[in-house]
């Protein structure tokens, strides 16, 4: 059923997440992270990585609004892409993530 301009399909994303990265430093994280990101058709906003005595650390604002698939799906992908990497990596709606991150 065509949806009316404006409303998203059940099960589809909106709003903003943040993805967390961590684990040891290794070739291909960034470029297999982002793969994932882009292939969900989610757009990342903003980027902060650094990389301290060989331990990797990434954070990722992102835009979930253009994507067609769950946020199940993608946290699935995710964690899958980065098991296959050997890093752990976590998404959280931003409201979530804040209310999670609150000083």
């Keep these: 059923m065509?949806?009316?301009?404006?409303?998203?399909?059940?099960?589809?994303?909106?709003?903003?997440?943040?993805?967390?990265?961590i684990g040891a430093d290794?070739?291909?994280?960034?470029?297999?992270?982002?793969?994932?990101?882009?292939?969900?058709?989610v757009n990342i906003l903003d980027i902060s990585q650094s990389v301290?005595?060989?331990?990797?650390?990434?954070?990722?604002?992102?835009?979930?609004?253009?994507?067609?698939v769950s946020f199940d799906a993608l946290r699935e992908r995710l964690v899958r892409k980065g098991e296959e990497l050997g890093v752990r990596v976590e998404i959280e709606r931003e409201e979530i993530f804040k209310a999670m991150h609150r000083v």
């Design 2 to 21: 065509p949806q009316a301009p404006g409303s998203r399909a059940p099960g589809t994303l909106s709003g903003r997440a943040i993805v967390t990265i």
């Design 26 to 41: 290794r070739v291909g994280i960034i470029a297999g992270i982002s793969t994932v990101i882009a292939d969900a058709g």
């Design 52 to 68: 301290m005595r060989d331990f990797f650390t990434m954070i990722m604002m992102v835009d979930l609004g253009a994507s067609d």
